[in-house]
């Protein structure tokens, strides 16, 4: 792992990469992503499976829901690309590896990834240690949140042409964040060119969980507590729906994510399905 001088990613985006690696290796396919290049980043002690919140049983729905909502996001680049879309950017990219994984749609964007000066860092040095290197159309954008950057101005310092569309994306991060700074995200996104696609994860108030997932979500809450990122904000479909009408998005729509359990997870015989509680706001500027 990186030393304190070049930071490192935060717990989160650490728990998630090591996740996405654990579908390859314990679930059985057809898996619904392969990522093992999160794993090679991290790189973390030879005992990582024996950590809590790797336990093979107790994460089964987490990390199904942390691989269908990646599989959901790389097929609406790759859909967006087709159609001419150029520019992707992912908000709180932390350890997201579909540049390294999905070169051949990737080569042929813009790739903006943002986050933070320390993470930014760390990742940097990591892919060009593993032989990635950074490509051109890859663009690591380090954003001093608790300074006041602007990430819109960050952004258009790196190359991001804002007359064109994007694919926006941010997932796992706006639970961490309170209702108003979402607001001026989605504002922020709103005046991007028209034609530009939203896709955003949000979590579910606990009487809208699945009774049986009410557990696992409250141990996830009581643990980002405990780590210094409580998690701020809990948004019904239609409140999230309101929030990205009064943005200024042109057109918005609710992905529940038992529909993303229907589209990747039917017919399998181990019986694995996402857990409930994280859906996604799909809006078009």
């Known amino acids: ?23 390859v290796r314990i ?16 790189a973390p002690d030879g005992d990582w499976r024996r950590r809590p919140d790797m336990d093979p049983h107790a994460t089964r729905g987490f990390r199904a829901a ?37 070169p051949e749609t990737a080569s042929r964007l813009r790739v903006f990834e943002i986050d933070k000066p320390a993470t930014q860092s760390w990742k940097r ?26 990430w819109p101005e960050r952004l258009t310092a790196a190359g991001f042409d804002r007359t064109r569309p ?31 696609t939203l896709a955003m994860t949000f979590l579910l108030p606990p009487e809208l969980v699945a009774p049986a997932d009410r557990p696992g979500l409250r ?8 780590s210094g990122t409580p998690f701020l904000s809990f948004y019904t479909p239609q409140d999230m729906l309101s929030l990205a009408h009064e943005a200024g998005f042109a057109d918005a729509q609710h992905v529940p994510g038992a529909q993303l359990a229907e589209r990747y997870f039917a017919g399998r015989d181990d ?15």
């Open 125 to 150: 040095r990591r892919l060009v240690e593993l032989g990635y290197g950074i490509p051109d159309w890859l663009r690591l954008v380090p954003v001093d949140f608790e300074a006041g950057d602007s």
């Open 166 to 196: 994007a694919v926006v994306v941010s997932t796992g991060v706006i639970m961490y964040l309170t209702e108003d700074a979402t607001a001026a995200t989605l504002h922020r996104i709103a005046e991007l060119a028209p034609g530009t």
């Open 219 to 226: 141990r996830s809450k009581e643990g980002a507590q405990v």
């Open 66 to 102: 942390v691989v269908a909502r990646a599989r959901f996001v790389e097929d609406l680049v790759r859909e967006q690309a087709a159609h001419g879309v150029t520019q992707y950017v992912i908000l709180g990219a932390g350890l997201d590896t579909f540049a390294q994984r999905r």
């Open 27 to 42: 679930d059985p396919p057809p898996h619904v992503i392969e990522d093992e290049i999160g794993l090679r980043l991290a």
């Open 271 to 285: 019986g694995l399905r996402p857990s409930s509680g994280e859906d996604f706001l799909l809006a078009t500027v």
């Open 1 to 23: 792992m990186a030393d304190e001088r070049a930071g490192t990613p935060d717990n989160t985006a650490l728990r998630v990469a090591l996740w996405r690696a654990m579908h």
